[in-house]
Structure formats: structure tokens, C-alpha cells
């Protein structure tokens, strides 16, 4: 009997707080942030000037089952000639966090919270993160207002920015608005006890699904991964649960994916210097254009992403189920997203290429990762007319070091995820997969399986791959406590 039979979830706990500090990043909080959190005993909500009371709007938040961290609520409200205003309200984290505390400095060296399969390392203390700091339910709170004016087609007509006091009217679930939505599930009970509620998210709906056309219309891509996650039965994993996007998750994303443009570009028209969240133009492009040609597509030889959508939009309408896996293989060749630091009159600071957005930031989620608290204090200035609280070699420093961390927190939840999938593929050794080519570089060839999604590295049989290559392989060997999975292809 293996080792891994027993204790599933402690083995992973274990694992997880070695790879924080093997990757330089702290499991716990320091002696300071515990003395000063056990300071803090209420949340900010008084002594604040200029500040809106926006208590009567119907709120609500959507988010997993479980999250009681939560950083925004959602509303709309219908406007003249069948424009809407979709408001977004954002935690007011900084209202109790301060630049330079001892609970700052913590959140600074991490950037952001892990979420490993076992374990949540929180970027702030629970107290904060799930309580004081949270937007939750039926709590009066600080939060940052971004209000955008959508026309009929999902254009922006206006925008403004300010501070409020919200209330939370209902904590929703994504699964469960989604089906309700979908007319495949009764409406949340949450929806019976607020008057108009469900109107609201009605609206909400409808705008955020004209909000994504309008922004595919403009080249913003139509990507569709796996995100998957252990199910524990207990202590015990049993089995690797994927989440599936619905309609309630594009409401969200839709909305935050406008306020983080309307942020960027707000600090912008003040003269304000800023962090941008930029995708940059893929240095791989000719991969992409083989993968399209080998579906039968034709891009252009510079990079499109108008048709690049077109493709995408193609194959999701001719083969749904390894739409996907296509995805995952377009995501990779455009490469990853980095913080830059944007000062007043910059002209050259790349966009972001799979939002075709030429201004967007990460401000949402002042909660769970750093940039957006800095964003939240760069922003809290600007409404204000108050000095910006970061010097240009500050920002600079802290874009290049959150973009690092964001790969290292990424490392370590990936890590941890491989453990949990090795040990619900230990006993398999010998089996053949269907998988398809994610990485493909001088260090190493790695693969995803078909089913379940795991990916591991290809020792056995690599050369001439590359990425988006489907292939046949074996399972030959796993490593619990290294997260290794490795497979030979298939003659």
C-alpha cells in the first residue's frame, strides 16, 4: 500500500508551504502583521469625506460556492435610448491596509494570494480578506465605484470613478445564477428575498453577452481552457473536478474586464502614472498561422487579431470539444501577461493583445493580489486630488517584481496541483493517454492529457514536437512529493 493512501490533504499542506519558501515567498504572517491586525477591530466605514452613499443600489456578489473573500459587487441600471450603466464597486482594501504596514510589507512580498489544491495562502490576513475587507453580505463598506454607460451595440459611451458606501444585498454562487440564467435551474433563494433583484441580473446578463460581442467585433479573443481542481472526499482526493464557463462567470468577467479598462484609462486623464496589465504582440506568430493552416484557415502573416478571432470563433462552431485544447495551444504561443509601470505621456506602453485593449490594468481585486491594492491607492489619489502615493522608480520596481511573483505563486500552485494529479495517477503507471503538446523549448517538452487534464513532461520521444501537436502517450512514472508526471510517446 502507497504512502499517498493516507492523508491525502496533509501530504499536499506539507508540500505546498515547502514550495512557498523553497520559492521565496512566506506561508505565514510575520510576528508585526499579527500584532498589528489584532489593532484593527472594525471596518472603515466612518470618518471618510466626499464619499457617495450608494447603500440603496441592489448589489450582489458572484462568486464560487465557498469565496468569502469578496472584492466586487455588480449592478446595472437602465439609461435613455436602451443604454445601460453597469456598476462595478471594489473592495476598499487600502481603507484599512496602509502603504508601508507591517500587514502591507507582507502582501508586498508575496503579490498575491496561492491558491494550492490543499491550501489557500492569503495575500492578507483572513480577518481582513474574508471579513473586514470583504464586500459581505449585508455589510456596510468603503469600495471604490467604477461606473461604466454601455450603448445598445457594447460600446463605451461614458465612464467616472468615485467613492461610495455599498451593501452587499446577496452573495450568489456562480453555478447557480448560471442555470437559473440558462433556464436550466430554479432562480437562488436570494433572488426571492430582494425586490428587483432579478431583474437586475437579468440585465446584467443581457449587457455583459452585447459587451463580449462588441469586443470580439474588435479583435478580443474567444479563448476556452480546463481549469481543473481536486475534489476531496474527506481527507482523500477522488477525483479532478473541471470548471466550465457559464453565464453568470461572463457577467463578471465582462465587467471587470471594463472597469480594469475604465482604471486605466481614468489615471491616464488625470496625468497620473499607473500599472498596466499588457499581452504583447506574439513573437510566435508563424506557429499560430501553421496551427490555423493546418485547420484549413489562412491568417495574415503579421499579427491580426481581428482574424485571429475569426479562427477561433470558426473552430469553437466546428469542433466544441477540442476547442479548448486549441485554446490552451493559441494562449501559449502568445505568451504570457506582465505588469509595466505607465507614466504620464508615455506613447510606446504595449496593450493588451488577446483584450485588443490598448489601456487595461488588474484593479478589481485588491483583496488577492497586489497590483490592484497599488491601483487602488493610485486611483484613491487621483479622485481626490491628493499627491500620487509611488514615486516612477517605485512603480517601475514594483511592476517587474509583481510580474515575477506572479510567475513563482504560479510555479508553486502548479506544483502542488501535479501532486495532487500524481497521486490519483499512481496506480496507473503503463496506461496510454491522448494528449496534446503545451511546451516545447530547449528545456523540455511537456503535454496535457485529453482526459483527466493533467499535464506532465514528455522524456521519451520528443523531438520534432511542438506546441499544438496531438499525440499518443504512456504514463511511465510519477513523483508525489516533486509534482513530477512523465510520459514516452507512443511508436
Same mark, same amino acid.
Given at each position: 500500500?502507497?504512502?499517498?493512501?493516507?492523508?491525502?490533504? /496533509?501530504?499536499?499542506?506539507?508540500?505546498?508551504?515547502?514550495?512557498?519558501?523553497? +520559492?521565496? &515567498?512566506?506561508?505565514?504572517?510575520?510576528?508585526?502583521?499579527?500584532?498589528?491586525?489584532?489593532?484593527?477591530?472594525?471596518?472603515?466605514?466612518?470618518?471618510?469625506?466626499?464619499?457617495? =452613499?450608494?447603500?440603496?443600489?441592489?448589489?450582489?456578489?458572484?462568486?464560487?460556492?465557498?469565496?468569502?473573500?469578496?472584492?466586487?459587487?455588480?449592478?446595472?441600471?437602465?439609461?435613455?435610448? @436602451?443604454?445601460?450603466?453597469?456598476?462595478?464597486?471594489?473592495?476598499?482594501?487600502?481603507?484599512?491596509?496602509?502603504?508601508?504596514?507591517? %500587514?502591507?510589507?507582507?502582501?508586498?512580498?508575496?503579490?498575491?494570494?496561492?491558491?494550492?489544491?490543499?491550501?489557500?495562502?492569503?495575500?492578507?490576513?483572513?480577518?481582513?480578506?474574508? @471579513?473586514?475587507?470583504?464586500?459581505?453580505?449585508?455589510?456596510?463598506?468603503?469600495?471604490?465605484?467604477?461606473?461604466? !454607460? %454601455?450603448?445598445?451595440?457594447?460600446?463605451?459611451?461614458?465612464? @467616472?470613478?468615485?467613492?461610495?458606501? #455599498?451593501?452587499?444585498?446577496?452573495?450568489? $454562487?456562480?453555478?447557480? #445564477?448560471?442555470?437559473?440564467?440558462?433556464?436550466?435551474?430554479?432562480?437562488?433563494?436570494?433572488?426571492?428575498? !430582494?425586490?428587483?433583484?432579478?431583474?437586475?441580473?437579468?440585465?446584467?446578463?443581457?449587457?455583459?453577452?452585447?459587451?463580449?460581442?462588441?469586443?470580439?467585433?474588435?479583435?478580443?479573443?474567444?479563448?476556452?481552457?480546463?481549469?481543473?481542481?481536486? !475534489?476531496?472526499?474527506?481527507?482523500?482526493?477522488?477525483?479532478?473536478?473541471?470548471?466550465?464557463?457559464?453565464?453568470?462567470?461572463?457577467? *463578471?468577467?465582462?465587467?471587470?474586464?471594463?472597469?480594469?479598462? !475604465?482604471?486605466?484609462?481614468?489615471?491616464?486623464?488625470?496625468?497620473?502614472? /499607473?500599472?498596466?496589465?499588457?499581452?504583447?504582440?506574439?513573437?510566435?506568430?508563424?506557429?499560430?498561422?501553421?496551427?490555423?493552416?493546418?485547420?484549413?484557415?489562412?491568417?495574415?502573416?503579421?499579427?491580426?487579431?481581428?482574424?485571429?478571432?475569426?479562427?477561433?470563433?470558426?473552430?469553437?462552431?466546428?469542433?466544441?470539444?477540442?476547442?479548448?485544447?486549441?485554446?490552451?495551444?493559441?494562449?501559449?504561443? %502568445?505568451?504570457?501577461?506582465?505588469?509595466?509601470? =505607465?507614466?504620464?505621456?508615455?506613447?510606446?506602453?504595449?496593450?493588451?493583445?488577446?483584450? $485588443?485593449?490598448?489601456?487595461?490594468?488588474?484593479?478589481?481585486?485588491?483583496?488577492?493580489?497586489?497590483?490592484?491594492?497599488?491601483?487602488?491607492?493610485?486611483?484613491?489619489?487621483?479622485?481626490?486630488?491628493?499627491?500620487?502615493?509611488?514615486?516612477? @522608480?517605485?512603480?517601475?520596481?514594483?511592476? *517587474?517584481?509583481?510580474?515575477?511573483?506572479?510567475?513563482?505563486?504560479?510555479?508553486?500552485?502548479?506544483?502542488?496541483?501535479?501532486?495532487?494529479?500524481?497521486?490519483?495517477?499512481?496506480?496507473?503507471?503503463?496506461?496510454?493517454?491522448?494528449?496534446?503538446?503545451?511546451?516545447?523549448?530547449? +528545456?523540455?517538452?511537456? #503535454?496535457? &492529457?485529453?482526459?483527466?487534464?493533467?499535464?506532465?513532461?514528455?522524456?521519451?520521444?520528443?523531438?520534432? &514536437?511542438?506546441?499544438?501537436?496531438?499525440?499518443?502517450?504512456?504514463?511511465?512514472?510519477?513523483d508525489v512529493e516533486s509534482g513530477f508526471i512523465d510520459f514516452k510517446k507512443v511508436r
Open positions: 500500500m502507497s504512502l499517498t493512501d493516507y492523508g491525502h490533504r /496533509s501530504i499536499l499542506r506539507a508540500i505546498a508551504r515547502r514550495a512557498m519558501i523553497d +520559492k521565496g &515567498l512566506l506561508p505565514d504572517f510575520s510576528h508585526e502583521a499579527i500584532a498589528e491586525l489584532a489593532g484593527i477591530k472594525m471596518p472603515a466605514i466612518t470618518d471618510v469625506e466626499n464619499v457617495r =452613499d450608494l447603500r440603496n443600489i441592489l448589489w450582489a456578489s458572484i462568486d464560487n460556492d465557498d469565496t468569502l473573500d469578496i472584492d466586487q459587487l455588480t449592478a446595472a441600471q437602465a439609461m435613455p435610448g @436602451d443604454a445601460v450603466k453597469i456598476l462595478v464597486a471594489v473592495a476598499d482594501v487600502d481603507a484599512i491596509v496602509r502603504n508601508g504596514s507591517a %500587514i502591507d510589507d507582507h502582501a508586498r512580498r508575496n503579490t498575491t494570494s496561492v491558491y494550492t489544491a490543499a491550501e489557500t495562502f492569503p495575500m492578507l490576513p483572513e480577518k481582513l480578506s474574508t @471579513d473586514l475587507t470583504s464586500l459581505s453580505f449585508s455589510e456596510d463598506r468603503l469600495a471604490i465605484v467604477v461606473e461604466v !454607460v %454601455i450603448d445598445r451595440d457594447g460600446s463605451l459611451l461614458a465612464s @467616472d470613478i468615485y467613492r461610495a458606501h #455599498v451593501c452587499n444585498r446577496a452573495k450568489l $454562487a456562480y453555478n447557480s #445564477v448560471a442555470a437559473w440564467l440558462e433556464g436550466i435551474g430554479n432562480a437562488p433563494e436570494a433572488l426571492h428575498s !430582494v425586490n428587483g433583484l432579478d431583474e437586475n441580473l437579468r440585465m446584467q446578463d443581457s449587457t455583459a453577452q452585447i459587451m463580449k460581442n462588441y469586443r470580439r467585433r474588435q479583435g478580443a479573443l474567444s479563448l476556452e481552457t480546463v481549469e481543473a481542481r481536486p !475534489v476531496f472526499l474527506g481527507d482523500q482526493i477522488r477525483d479532478l473536478e473541471v470548471e466550465k464557463k457559464n453565464r453568470a462567470r461572463t457577467i *463578471i468577467e465582462e465587467f471587470m474586464i471594463a472597469a480594469n479598462i !475604465v482604471a486605466a484609462r481614468y489615471l491616464s486623464s488625470k496625468k497620473s502614472p /499607473s500599472l498596466r496589465r499588457a499581452v504583447r504582440t506574439p513573437k510566435r506568430w508563424e506557429r499560430i498561422v501553421e496551427i490555423a493552416r493546418e485547420h484549413g484557415f489562412e491568417l495574415p502573416q503579421k499579427p491580426d487579431p481581428v482574424t485571429l478571432e475569426e479562427f477561433l470563433v470558426k473552430e469553437k462552431g466546428t469542433d466544441p470539444q477540442r476547442f479548448p485544447d486549441l485554446s490552451l495551444s493559441i494562449i501559449k504561443l %502568445i505568451g504570457p501577461g506582465e505588469y509595466i509601470a =505607465d507614466t504620464p505621456g508615455d506613447t510606446d506602453a504595449p496593450g493588451h493583445f488577446g483584450l $485588443a485593449a490598448a489601456a487595461y490594468t488588474h484593479s478589481t481585486a485588491p483583496n488577492r493580489r497586489y497590483v490592484d491594492l497599488v491601483m487602488q491607492r493610485l486611483l484613491k489619489a487621483a479622485v481626490g486630488g491628493t499627491p500620487v502615493p509611488y514615486s516612477s @522608480d517605485e512603480l517601475q520596481g514594483l511592476a *517587474i517584481d509583481c510580474t515575477e511573483k506572479e510567475h513563482v505563486a504560479d510555479k508553486v500552485e502548479r506544483q502542488v496541483f501535479k501532486s495532487a494529479a500524481a497521486i490519483l495517477l499512481e496506480s496507473r503507471i503503463g496506461e496510454e493517454f491522448n494528449a496534446i503538446v503545451t511546451g516545447a523549448s530547449p +528545456k523540455g517538452t511537456w #503535454v496535457r &492529457l485529453a482526459h483527466p487534464p493533467v499535464e506532465g513532461k514528455l522524456v521519451d520521444g520528443f523531438h520534432g &514536437l511542438d506546441i499544438g501537436h496531438r499525440i499518443r502517450v504512456q504514463l511511465i512514472h510519477t
